[in-house]
């Protein structure tokens, strides 16, 4: 199985990106995702999550981005997806998409914002 993240960038505060996550090997609906994320110096963090399909529609964010981020799923091309808008500095890290069971990780994704 491997999950392959994309969307990062450099972009100023205020800005808007869109995170990508592909699943290949494994339907990403029968597993509960996550967005993490790890700024310079500092642990990896929560950032948002979804339940897996079947077991409720349960969408679930950290203080520090809930309002300016939407966590979402599509099926049809096994991704997940995470919108992040009015993105300030401190949102500055490499992002890692994750899946569970199984506590899988993807290779991590960065994001420069610049004020």
């Known amino acids: 199985v491997q999950l392959q993240a994309s969307g990062g960038g450099s972009v100023q505060a205020g800005g808007s990106l869109r995170l990508s996550c592909v699943a290949s090997?494994?339907?990403?609906?029968?597993?509960?995702s996550a967005w993490f994320r790890q700024a310079p110096g500092k642990e990896r963090e929560f950032v948002a999550a979804i339940r897996r399909s079947g077991s409720g529609s349960g969408t679930y964010y950290s203080d520090s981005v809930k309002g300016r981020s939407t966590i979402s799923r599509d099926t049809a091309k096994n991704t997940l997806y995470l919108q992040m808008n009015s993105l300030k500095p401190e949102d500055t890290a490499v992002y890692y998409c994750?899946?569970?069971?199984?506590?899988?990780w993807g290779q991590g994704t960065q994001v420069t914002v610049s004020s």
């Open positions: 090997g494994r339907t990403l609906s029968r597993y509960s």
């Open positions: 994750n899946i569970n069971p199984g506590n899988l």
